[in-house]
């Protein structure tokens, strides 16, 4: 039985690349470099903001995503990101709803993203207030797929893996799930496709948010 649900953020409960993409494209503007279309930055994230900034450089910049280009590139984007992270973050179609009711029906929630914790907690306050039992974004904990944050918030959410749905719109999101024992569950509105989300081994696929329910 699921007791609990924890959300990824990106893609899966709010629709963030409007303001994503113009944080990034002011970091390559203020160096001279192409602006990168908003199909490419989808294709960037899910694996943590020195990822995404790393895949947005140009192509063959450097192929470390440790090097110090990385580093001064996304203090730039992350200074940016500050500016604009809540003007056009919204939250998709039928969500605001349905959580309300799976909280009425007794059911703990978290969020966890891998998006840098500070925005997490914010976005989620701003859309969500009063809504989740907890939301984490990067700390000092690996990123997904790495189950030790999944861990952690079913902790929180005093429920077991087993008892916990882990529900996202990416392969790393699916993979989080199998990898902490907890059913996963992928969005088909997110920024990945359904084929994405199935060959990583969702076991449910959510296609409206009324049907978040039938997880319970």
């Not at 029906?105 to 993203?113: E, T």
């Not at 060959?199 to 696929?205: D, E, L, N, P, Q």
């Amino acid at each position: 039985m699921i007791k609990a649900i924890i959300f990824d953020l990106d893609g899966t409960l709010a629709d963030t690349m409007n303001d994503l993409g113009t944080a990034m494209n002011a970091m390559l503007k203020s160096y001279g470099y192409k602006e990168r279309t908003r199909e490419e930055l989808i294709s960037f994230i899910n694996k943590g903001a020195r990822h995404f900034v790393w895949k947005s450089l140009p192509d063959g910049l450097t192929e470390d995503p440790e090097s110090e280009i990385v580093s001064a590139a996304m203090k730039i984007y992350s200074e940016n990101y500050a500016k604009c992270y809540l003007d056009r973050t919204s939250e998709y179609e039928g969500i605001t709803e349905a959580l309300t009711k799976l909280k009425e029906r007794g059911v703990k929630m978290g969020v966890l993203s891998n998006k840098p914790d500070r925005f997490v907690k914010e976005i989620v306050e701003k859309l969500f207030p009063d809504t989740f039992v907890c939301a984490y974004g990067q700390t000092d904990l690996p990123v997904k797929p790495d189950p030790a944050a999944a861990l952690m918030v079913a902790e929180k959410l005093e429920a077991s893996p087993s008892e916990c749905a882990f529900v996202g719109d990416s392969d790393i999101d699916m993979t989080t799930a199998i990898n902490a024992e907890m059913l996963p569950v992928g969005v088909s509105w997110g920024y990945r496709p359904e084929e994405c989300l199935e060959s990583a081994g969702a076991k449910v696929i959510i296609r409206s948010a009324t049907d978040f329910e039938k997880l319970i």
